[in-house]
């Protein structure tokens, strides 16, 4: 049975985080980008519970696209330790599921310096633990959670077949958060480095192992994709119905300028490129929700393109306006970037997608040498 109407349960859902993000986040946009989210404001958003429930995705997704149309930064500030607990959840086995999937978590993958295969950051057998050691980069709330999600090299072990994925405590000896970055966009997540000097993890706050480990993490950037393409829905709306807006409203050469011939039709692709990224969001949400992440590797590719096209038009539309920081398109182009900059990037979808579609074998995991000599 195709269905393209929300249960009512979602429609409760969706309605509670629109008015969240209309009232605490849309007015506020400007001062979170400059002064990042505030703990009062993170506690409006756990009394909803929009970020701790476990909904299923086709749920998730419709919360996603809301927050980001408050605002993308914003949405992702509050939402991403929350992800990261759910991170934990999936590399987990179910005795560490219940003890470390919970609280704020930070999750610590990219290095600025990585090596060919697998991380530079590295654990080394200590006693009953594991001793890590390196620098991670652009980590969203890193130094300021509950809880790290680190991947390292495991010692003596190369390329990707020989990480591993630890929990590490805040306040534990040797972590440690570093530089804050400076962004472009999405100013409001707040990405740190994260040092970590010989910190130790006891083996039982290792997340699993090889094998089984590999697709979990496929499951995870999978997630992850999903969630992403949904804010790029939910940016790409929020910019659309501004130039809609902006448009009508503003008068030149004797009419408004949405009734230009070219302004109109410009319209009418961002709206297209609004609604089809949404319908191919939802049907991967229900696919994935089943396992399968071919349609979410094509929405997620779409979403990115389809949010940057829509936010580069909704700066055309205005003129002038849409460069000076009194609007907020300008911010929604910056902040579209940085979305399609995530983990893992829009190239990783559409390779992923690709190999879908001429049948080679592809993960949204982990870097395969399989796929390598296929696509050079
Ligand atoms: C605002 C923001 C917040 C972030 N938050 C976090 C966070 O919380 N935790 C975290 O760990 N990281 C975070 N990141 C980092 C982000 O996940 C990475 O930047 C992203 O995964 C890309 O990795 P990289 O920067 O190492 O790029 P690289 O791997 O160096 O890639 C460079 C280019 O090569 C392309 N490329 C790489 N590999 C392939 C391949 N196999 N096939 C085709 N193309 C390829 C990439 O798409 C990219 O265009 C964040 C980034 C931003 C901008």
Redesign the pocket.
Known sequence: MISFGLEEDQQIIQETVRKFAGEELRPKMRELERSGVPDALRRRFDETGLGLEEVDLPTAVLVHEELAFGDPGAA?ALS?PYDGARAIAILADDSQKDRLANGTV??????RK?PLEGFSTVARRVGGGWALTGR???????GHVDRHLVFAQLEGAEGWDGIGAFVVDKGSPGLKAGEKHA?LG?EA?G?YEVHLEGCVVEDVNRLTGTGEFHERVERLFARTMLVNAARQVGLARAAYEFALQYTQERKAFGKPVAHFQSIAFTLADMAMDVEAARWMVWRAATQLDKGSWASTVAAAAHANEAAWRVADNGVQLLGGAGYVRDYPVEKWLRDTK?LA????????AE?ALAGVELGQPVSTGL?SSAI?PF?T
């Open positions: 992702v991403a930070a999750v610590c993958w990219s290095e990585a991670k980069a652009f980590v969203v709330g890193g962004l999405l997540v990405a940085a900059l995530f983990a893992p990037p829009s190239e990783i390779l870097p390598q696509f």
